[in-house]
T-cell receptor
Framework: AQSVSQHNHHVILSEAASLELGCNYS??????LFWYVQYPGQHLQLLLK????DPLVKGIKGFEAEFIKSKFSFNLRKPSVQWSDTAEYFC???????????WGAGTKLIIKP | DSGVTQTPKHLITATGQRVTLRCSPR?????VYWYQQSLDQGLQFLIQ???????AKGNILERFSAQQFPDLHSELNLSSLELGDSALYFC??????????FGPGTRLTVL
């Protein structure tokens, strides 16, 4: 079955640390890839997306993600996190088989000041 | 502001009751999606409508139903409410296969 895995459910970092959140999917066809962020008490907002072209995509607030097709991965990175990055991060994959968006379980990120 | 609006923001009701949540999509978006988010279940996709027709179903209970009207707004009806239905209900809209944009959500509390 098609699925999206976010391996870390909780991540705790100190300010200025580098961040990498993993996202892997199981599907061999064409995909559109998304990272959303949900700040405490708020709704989901789009961080970045990949449809085609340069596999390294840059999003808002200094986030970037790299699509590695051979690894079925779309990991989210940020070189230096801030306390305000405390949020839950969701990876989502749109597969061309049925154009349904499949969601990862989310990763709760806590940044210690 | 995503352009997706949801009403009401908060809803408090009793077990056994029925409520209706409303969503207006972004201008030009044809698809509406409903999600439930709770502490124990996380983010769950409920149902998708596209231009008035049901397109996909997720983990939606039989007590829940939805529809999309000709003006493209959507309503989610929750009936015979149980304590476990307390959650945040989000609506999102898109023109597939493009990005889904989320509304601010309705927080439902069932007492």
């Amino acid at each position: 079955a098609q699925s999206v895995s976010q391996h870390n459910h909780h991540v705790i970092l100190s300010e200025a640390a580098s961040l990498e959140l993993g996202c892997n999917y199981s599907y061999g066809g064409t995909v559109n890839l998304f990272w959303y962020v949900q700040y405490p008490g708020q709704h989901l907002q789009l961080l970045l997306k990949y449809f085609s072209g340069d596999p390294l995509v840059k999003g808002i607030k200094g986030f970037e993600a790299e699509f590695i097709k051979s690894k079925f991965s779309f990991n989210l990175r940020k070189p230096s996190v801030q306390w305000s990055d405390t949020a839950e991060y969701f990876c989502a994959v749109l597969m061309d088989s049925n154009y349904q968006l499949i969601w990862g379980a989310g990763t709760k990120l806590i940044i210690k000041p | 502001d995503s352009g997706v609006t949801q009403t009401p923001k908060h809803l408090i009701t009793a077990t056994g009751q029925r409520v209706t949540l409303r969503c207006s999509p972004r201008s030009g978006d044809l698809s509406v999606y409903w999600y439930q988010q709770s502490l124990d279940q996380g983010l769950q996709f409920l149902i998708q409508y596209y231009n008035g027709e049901e397109r996909a179903k997720g983990n939606i209970l039989e007590r829940f139903s939805a529809q999309q009207f000709p003006d493209l707004h959507s309503e989610l009806n929750l009936s015979s409410l149980e304590l476990g239905d307390s959650a945040l209900y989000f609506c999102a809209s898109s023109t597939p296969p493009d990005t889904q944009y989320f509304g601010p959500g309705t927080r439902l509390t069932v007492l």
